[in-house]
T-cell receptor
């Protein structure tokens, strides 16, 4: 059974606008969360992470929000750029244990 | 620093044949992981090596899959005999420390197509 869910397979956003990618998880033991970005024919690359002691982590145009009570996290990209077009994977883990990945959301940023 | 290298990038085989995928991790990374993504599905954990030892192989689908990491350097993942449902992209990743706060560096993946 999937423990990390990304219910939107795809998302299209205009360049310059905000992209919001969502992720839900079921395991309350998860305390570390990551977002990976994947371009075609490449492996996933690490983007940003957050631990359960925080509810927000920011890195440039990328911000991850964590709502532990709702078991929900989101990735905000502001402003979105065409080079952000990729598949974004959410991942979660209990510390010291394996990462569980979602199915990915394909983001298209329209110039 | 060279990244994680996987070979072959794409393999097409008939059902019942054998395929061996290879992964060269980043030098000095004791931890090596295999993952698989079936089309449209999640990236699923297969197993984790610490040096040459299997730390966790709970994600291996069945005994048709055999992973090795002799000498604690490169790793191979053999599928024998291959079935249609084995088709997907097999990713290898490595890290200096296991899991937790240390992120994984992934290779580009080996796409396996079983006909």
């Amino acid at each position: 059974d999937q423990q990390v869910k990304q219910n939107s397979p795809s998302l299209s956003v205009q360049e310059g606008r905000i992209s919001i990618l969502n992720c839900d998880y079921t395991n309350s033991m998860f305390d570390y969360f990551l977002w990976y970005k994947k371009y075609p024919a490449e492996g996933p690359t690490f983007l940003i992470s957050i631990s359960s002691i925080k509810d927000k982590n920011e890195d440039g145009r990328f911000t991850v929000f964590l709502n532990k009570s709702a078991k929900h996290l989101s990735l905000h990209i502001v402003p979105s750029q065409p080079g952000d077009s990729a598949v974004y994977f959410c991942a979660a883990s209990p510390t010291g244990n394996q990462f569980y990945f979602g199915t990915g959301t394909s983001l298209t940023v329209i110039p | 620093e060279a990244g994680v290298t996987q070979f072959p990038s794409h393999s097409v085989i008939e059902k019942g044949q054998t395929v061996t995928l290879r992964c060269d991790p980043i030098s000095g990374h004791d931890n090596l992981y295999w993952y698989r993504r079936v089309m449209g599905k999640e990236i699923k954990f297969l197993l984790h090596f610490v040096k040459e030892s299997k730390q966790d192989e709970s994600g291996m689908p069945n005994n048709r899959f055999l992973a090795e990491r002799t000498g604690g350097t490169y790793s191979t993942l053999k599928v024998q005999p291959a079935e249609l449902e084995d088709s997907g992209v097999y990713f290898c990743a490595s890290s200096r420390q296991p899991w937790g706060a240390n992120v994984l560096t992934f290779g580009a993946g080996s796409r396996l197509t079983v006909l």
